[in-house]
């Protein structure tokens, strides 16, 4: 049974991160898994609303951490990436906005993938982080393009310079989220709202995502190319090289920017 669930229920379909053991950290797997679903998606019109959720304690806690700047795959780095980007591309593609409600985590690839979506709701006490940088890699997902355009530079390179956590309240006044809510009620309030988008007109909503989404997704693609040649270059760095040998050695280490 796959960790990535899809069900539809009329013209609802909701996918849930069924990893709670490891906070619905994301490997493999799970990655062909919710590109399976966003594909199935994409070919079906009678889903008109879609809400993506978490089991256990958090939405997602992001890449499994065992995983970062390790390949287990035959496919090389450029590849993989490659795979990902158009993998995650396919929300661009459904006609029914996706509402992602975020509990306890949602970090990293998770939290970018989140902000590639419509909406995002939170419940009180969820956080958001973009680590990245602190396991010597850069956000590759393209949802620090999404992020920027919602919160602008200062915000985007705090949150990706120093890792910090920005907690549910924070990301509310910052328009990150459009709803904080009582972790009770997070899963009623997303099935509310997507009932709400369910019941109006198929090609109002189609037509009104189209709009939006012209408007932000050019930017968030030709950041995604970046990151594709800069995270190539970063995993084949003497850096990451170094970053990686120092942590496995119990050491500082020593950067040469190159």
Not at 24 to 44: H, K, P, Q
Not at 63 to 80: C, F, K, P, W, Y
Not at 116 to 137: K, N, Q, S, W, Y
Request: some cysteine.
């Amino acid at each position: 049974m796959s960790n990535v669930r899809l069900d539809i229920d009329g013209p609802i379909a909701v996918i849930t991160n069924d990893r709670p053991d490891k906070h619905n950290a994301f490997d493999d797997d799970m990655d062909l898994a919710l590109f399976e679903i966003l594909g199935e998606l994409r070919s079906r019109p009678d889903v008109r609303a879609v809400i993506w959720r978490g089991t256990g304690k958090s939405f997602s806690s992001g890449r499994d951490v065992s995983a970062i700047g390790v390949n287990q795959t035959s496919m090389s780095h450029h590849e993989l990436m490659t795979r990902g980007h158009r993998g995650i591309q396919q929300l661009f593609d459904l006609d029914a906005p996706v509402i992602v409600a975020c509990h306890g985590w949602t970090l990293g690839g998770s939290f970018q993938r989140a902000l590639l979506c419509d909406i995002r709701i939170a419940a009180t006490g969820a956080r958001f982080m973009l680590p990245e940088v602190g396991h010597g890699v850069i956000p590759d997902t393209g949802g620090v393009a999404r992020l920027f355009q919602i919160c602008g530079p200062g915000l985007v390179s705090d949150l990706v310079l120093t890792g910090r956590v920005l907690e549910a309240e924070e990301a509310l006044a910052h328009g990150i989220v459009s709803r904080v809510v009582a972790p009770e009620a997070l899963d009623d309030t997303a099935r509310e709202m997507a009932e709400r988008i369910a019941a109006a007109p198929a090609a109002t909503v189609k037509l009104a995502r189209r709009v939006i989404g012209r408007m932000s997704e050019p930017q968030v693609r030709a950041s995604m190319e970046d990151e594709l040649i800069g995270q190539t270059y970063v995993n084949r760095s003497d850096d990451f090289a170094e970053f990686r040998a120092a942590r496995a050695e119990g050491r500082q280490p020593r950067y040469t920017g190159s």
